[in-house]
């Protein structure tokens, strides 16, 4: 089968990798196992109690998704995820494609989202056209419709577009939140611990360790609890 490119690696405090799949595995059937679990707590544990490899669930310190290189010179791939329960309507390649032709008509949403492929050789005339059509208050939908059409044809296309809308209204929201809190009379620091608060409980995905320097107290990783 064609993109069977990707494994499921869990990265261990101490440096250590192991690798979930003896063989590797579609970026579609990535998202199908992984997004049967809650959080990767969940994942890592019954990873552990089907592979019974020796190890402890506080000895991982994340779960990434890696792809092989083409060629034996290049370094593995960091993919975005593991996606878990809550992003399963990544699987619905119709839903997703459905979501992204409202989007489409919020400018502001095509604008962060035509950056990522400004930078891709095959995408980038079609990005810069779409750019110049929104400065120049022109009709765009057109070449945001054949651009969309390309990334469709393939299930990370649809993936990678997933994302990007995920990622849009996560912002938005945090926007909204600030805003609210700035009635209040709330101190920075508490203002950050708050956008902490909520990431972990709705977009834990998008916290990194590097997020709790100094507020430790607060982490969800596992590095960061007490023994």
């Known amino acids: 089968m064609r993109g069977e490119n990707y494994y499921l690696i869990l990265v261990m405090k101490s440096g250590q990798l192991y690798r979930v799949y003896r063989k590797p595995i579609t970026l579609?059937?990535?998202d199908e196992r992984t997004?049967?679990?809650e959080n990767k707590d969940e994942l890592v544990r019954t990873i552990i109690a089907n592979?019974?490899?020796?190890?402890r669930i506080s000895d991982v310190l994340s779960v990434k998704i890696m792809m092989q290189p083409n060629k034996e010179k290049e370094v593995y791939k960091n993919e975005k995820g593991p996606l878990y329960r809550k992003d399963n309507g990544v699987l619905s390649m119709d839903s997703v494609a459905a979501k992204f032709e409202l989007l489409a008509k919020d400018k502001s949403f095509v604008r962060k989202f035509i950056k990522k492929y400004k930078g891709i050789k095959n995408f980038n005339g079609i990005a810069s056209s779409i750019e110049a059509a929104l400065n120049n208050d022109e009709d765009y939908l057109e070449d945001l419709a054949c651009l969309s059409e390309k990334l469709f044809s393939t299930y990370k296309g649809s993936r990678n577009i997933y994302l990007a809308m995920r990622a849009y209204e996560q912002e938005k929201k945090m926007k909204k939140q600030?805003?609210?809190l700035s009635v209040y009379d709330v101190s920075e620091d508490e203002k950050e611990e708050m956008e902490i608060e909520y990431l972990k409980e709705h977009e834990r995905e998008l916290l990194?360790?590097?997020d709790f320097v100094g507020k430790e107290d607060l982490s969800p990783f596992d590095a960061h609890k007490k023994k």
């Open 28 to 30: 579609r059937m990535m």
């Open 51 to 55: 592979t019974g490899v020796p190890i």
């Open 178 to 180: 600030k805003k609210e």
């Open 208 to 210: 990194d360790i590097d």
């Open 35 to 37: 997004t049967k679990y």
